[in-house]
C-alpha cells in the first residue's frame, strides 16, 4: 500500500518545478479527494475508477464545472507523476465529466 508520505515526498519533489499556485492547487485537490476516500475507506493512492466516478458525481451538483474539471486534471498529474493508474482518465470518468458540462456550462456558478 502506498504511504501518505509518498504524497509529501512528491509534492516535495515538485517544489520549485511548478509554480506556487499549482503546487498550492495541487495539495488542495489532493486533499479534497483524500478526504472523500477517508470517509469511504478508500485508498486515494490505489483505488478502482469507479471510485473516482463516483467522486466525481459527488462533486456534480455541489462544485463548479472549473472547479471539477481542475481537481481531476491535478489529480491526473498526481498520479502520472507518482506513476500510478490515471483512474481520471477511464472512459466512464470522462463521459461522465462530459455530461456534466453539458448539463452545467463552465460559466454558470450556482
Not at 30 to 36: C, L, Q, R, T, V
Not at 46 to 53: D, I, R, V
Not at 81 to 106: E, F, G, Q, S, W
Request: glycine share 0%; charged share 25%.
Amino acid at each position: 500500500m502506498i504511504e501518505n508520505n509518498t504524497i509529501e515526498a512528491l509534492f516535495e519533489k515538485l517544489n520549485g518545478a511548478l509554480s506556487e499556485n499549482t503546487l498550492r492547487a495541487y495539495r488542495s485537490d489532493y486533499a479534497h479527494f483524500e478526504s472523500w476516500c477517508q470517509q469511504r475507506d478508500i485508498n486515494p493512492l490505489a483505488h478502482k475508477a469507479y471510485k473516482m466516478l463516483e467522486y466525481l458525481q459527488s462533486m456534480a451538483t455541489q462544485h463548479a464545472v472549473a472547479t471539477i474539471v481542475r481537481r481531476l486534471a491535478s489529480l491526473s498529474s498526481i498520479f502520472k507523476y507518482l506513476c500510478l493508474t490515471d483512474t481520471t482518465r477511464d472512459i466512464d470518468v470522462c463521459l461522465a465529466l462530459k455530461k456534466i458540462k453539458r448539463v452545467r456550462p463552465v460559466n454558470t456558478i450556482k
